[in-house]
């Protein structure tokens, strides 16, 4: 059984900055691309970040240059480092993957932006 669990997230003036972590267990993690997603309250989820098996990313625009995915096979755990935070920023964030056909999620970890 695929499981992913976040962690990280907290509350967070505006321009400072984060790091999520998300651990996978019941996958061989290093075949695998991870991907970042949020949801912010009355919005769709979206598309973050993602980062390959051979850690190629991709990122949404508004987040381009202010965050980093990264991943560690060994501890089989991808990152989400964020800076320079934004109110509008604000969502819960997810760790997602797909194994054997399907999507796997997390249960999301809250980032709140505000002063």
């Known amino acids: 059984?695929?499981?992913?669990v976040e962690s990280g997230g907290g509350l967070v003036q505006p321009g400072g900055s984060l790091r999520l972590a998300c651990k996978a267990s019941g996958l061989n993690f290093k075949l695998y691309s991870m991907g970042w997603y949020?949801?912010?309250p009355g919005k769709q989820r979206?598309?973050?970040a993602t980062i390959t098996k051979d850690h190629s990313q991709n990122y949404e625009d508004s987040v381009k240059g202010r965050f980093t995915i990264s991943r560690d096979n060994i501890y089989r755990t991808v990152y989400l480092q964020m800076n320079s935070l934004k109110p509008e920023d604000t969502a819960v964030?997810?760790?997602g993957t797909n194994h054997s056909g399907r999507p796997f999620w997390g249960r999301g970890t809250q980032v709140t932006v505000s002063s």
Do not use: D, G, T
């Open 1 to 4: 059984q695929v499981q992913l």
């Open 38 to 40: 949020r949801q912010a």
């Open 46 to 48: 979206e598309l973050v």
């Open 93 to 95: 964030y997810f760790c």
